[in-house]
């Protein structure tokens, strides 16, 4: 099984429907992270969690919302979903960043999200 | 403000030739830096990594230095191979872990 789960792979949905995308680690990780790709904008940071009662919005963290309902379950909601919100999604998680800076993340394969 | 810029693509090279990707930067400090590559269909995965000034980071016949001079972290292979086809993202990140990362380079490797 894959370290870093994430479901569904993909998802076409209509505007204004609530969405949920999973993530489940077996990294034992207590950073997870919530990314965006978009083509030609690299990867944006949505949300993350150092752990369980740590929620902190990134940088693009508007129409999204987040729960971490264990160390190893992160979701990622979209209440009404739009069309410009059509994107690759990746979960990520990681280890605290020691004196080195920051470490390493482990990616899930990411969920296709298309919104008509 | 922190980012990194990184060479566009697509870059397109036949198979054997010298692969050179620009990566520079911009942040406080001396963050880590690192590459990930992803494969179609799948998601990043960590190539390489330096932390400090003068840090070379390798991996799969890939290498990297950390220039603090330059502020730039360059990724280099002497021979590519059709199977290293595949999006390179640049990225930095100091002890926060909020990873800033590029907007990609889309290398393709021809027969």
């Known amino acids: 099984d894959a370290d870093v789960t994430q479901t569904p792979r993909n998802r076409i949905t209509k505007t204004g429907k609530r969405i949920m995308l999973e993530c489940s680690q077996t990294k034992g990780h207590d950073r997870m992270y919530w990314y965006r790709q978009d083509p030609g904008l690299g990867l944006r940071l949505i949300y993350y969690?150092?752990?369980?009662?740590?929620?902190n919005k990134g940088e693009i963290s508007d129409g999204y919302s987040v729960s971490r309902q264990a160390q190893a379950k992160f979701s990622l909601s979209l209440e009404s979903a739009i069309p410009n919100q059509t994107a690759l999604y990746f979960c990520?998680?990681?280890?605290?960043?020691?004196?080195?800076?920051?470490?390493?993340?482990?990616f899930g394969a990411g969920s296709r999200l298309t919104v008509l | 403000g922190n980012s990194v810029t990184q060479m566009e693509g697509p870059v397109t090279l036949s198979e054997e030739a010298f692969l050179t990707i620009n990566c520079t930067y911009t942040?406080?400090?001396?963050?880590?830096l690192f590459w990930y590559v992803q494969y179609p269909g799948e998601g990043l995965q960590l190539l390489l990594k330096?932390?400090?000034?003068?840090d070379k980071g390798s991996n799969k016949g890939f290498e990297a230095t950390y220039r603090k001079e330059t502020t730039s972290f360059h990724l280099e292979k002497g021979s590519v191979q059709v199977s290293d086809s595949a999006v390179y993202f640049c990225?930095?990140?100091?002890?926060?872990?909020?990873?800033?990362f590029g907007t990609g380079t889309l290398l393709a490797v021809q027969p």
């Open positions: 969690s150092f752990d369980v009662k740590d929620i």
């Open positions: 330096a932390t400090k000034a003068d």
């Open positions: 990520a998680t990681s280890e605290p960043g020691g004196e080195s800076g920051a470490n390493v993340l482990t």
């Open positions: 942040a406080t400090g001396y963050p880590s």
């Open positions: 990225a930095h990140g100091g002890a926060t872990n909020k990873l800033i």
